[in-house]
């Protein structure tokens, strides 16, 4: 079975992704926002790798790398965070993915992640819930929309988005 048959929503976040990062602490108040570029890249049937860049108005230009396998239907962070991520069987609609990482420098820090891809595979929006200590820490809500399937123009000298 090919990946797009075992995992056709995953596998539709295949390209490059352009969208806002907005995050909140647990009161709700706003507490940072920046634009983002997401290079999300299926290298084989079994290794998945994703850049996120992230850009702020100040100027500053954060880039993190995560690389995965891909196992038994998930894909599985091994780097600076252990996580996985797979689709929700139980939405029957096919627009749900699910994520749990933790950092290895944080240990009492968790995170919970649900993505939502629109009908078209045009969109998506995304929620994080962090958790330090056993207690809600903050949201991030990350609206995105799909750029297009060559990422390799991307990764040197990034960009930010003309959102």
């Given amino acids: 079975m090919s990946l797009k048959e075992s995992m056709p929503i995953i596998s539709s976040s295949n390209g490059v992704w352009e969208g806002w990062y907005r995050h909140y602490d647990a009161n709700g108040d706003k507490i940072d926002e920046h634009t ?15 850049t996120n860049q992230y850009f702020w108005k100040d100027g500053t230009i954060e880039i993190k790398d995560f690389p995965t396998r891909i ?6 962070f091994y780097t600076h965070i252990d996580g996985w991520a797979a689709e929700v069987p139980l939405d029957t609609f096919n627009r749900t993915i699910m994520l749990n990482w933790t950092r290895h420098n944080e240990p009492d820090l968790y995170l919970y992640e649900m993505i939502q891809h629109s009908d078209c595979r045009k969109f998506r929006s995304r929620v994080w819930q962090w958790f330090k ?4 820490w903050k949201r991030t809500l990350i609206d995105e929309h799909f750029v ?3 990422w390799s123009k991307y990764e040197e000298n990034p960009q930010a988005p003309n959102l």
Avoid: A, N, P, V
Avoid at 36 to 43: A, E, G, K, Y
Avoid at 71 to 76: M, P, Q, R, W, Y
């Fill in 36 to 50: 983002s570029r997401l290079l999300c890249r299926f290298l084989d049937e079994h290794t998945y790798h994703q």
């Fill in 71 to 76: 196992e038994d239907g998930k894909l599985i």
């Fill in 133 to 136: 200590g056993g207690r809600l």
């Fill in 148 to 150: 297009e399937l060559d």
